[in-house]
């Protein structure tokens, strides 16, 4: 089976380089191995969008806004491995007043 590859699509406009690479440095760091390829797609018009294969998890204007490292790593481990677990990013973390 091949590994699957992640494509981060950001405006080169709005200048989204700095916020597409960190999410790939954040995917990378999770899932290392278990990931055959993170790509940077430039692109123009608004686009962020994040791929994992040809399907399509996050996209900027139908999710309203950017996803925070927790929210995209857990979309790609739902679909790459549903039983990984990711450690503290699962736990519900609840202040006591």
């Not at 406009?13 to 990378?28: F, K, P, S, T, V």
């Not at 686009?47 to 790593?73: Q, S």
């Not at 979309?75 to 736990?91: A, N, S």
Request: charged share 30%; proline share 5%.
């Amino acid at each position: 089976m091949t590994p699957p590859r992640i494509a981060i699509t950001y405006c080169t406009q709005c200048q989204w380089l700095l916020r597409a690479g960190w999410m790939a440095q954040e995917l990378l760091s999770t899932f290392g191995a278990d990931l055959g390829e993170v790509a940077l797609v430039p692109a123009t018009g608004g686009r962020f969008e994040i791929r994992l294969n040809d399907e399509v998890i996050w996209e900027r204007k139908a999710d309203g806004g950017f996803p925070d490292a927790k929210t995209l790593k857990q979309r790609v481990r739902d679909r790459i491995d549903p039983d990984r677990d990711l450690g503290h990013i699962d736990r519900n973390h609840t202040s006591e007043s």
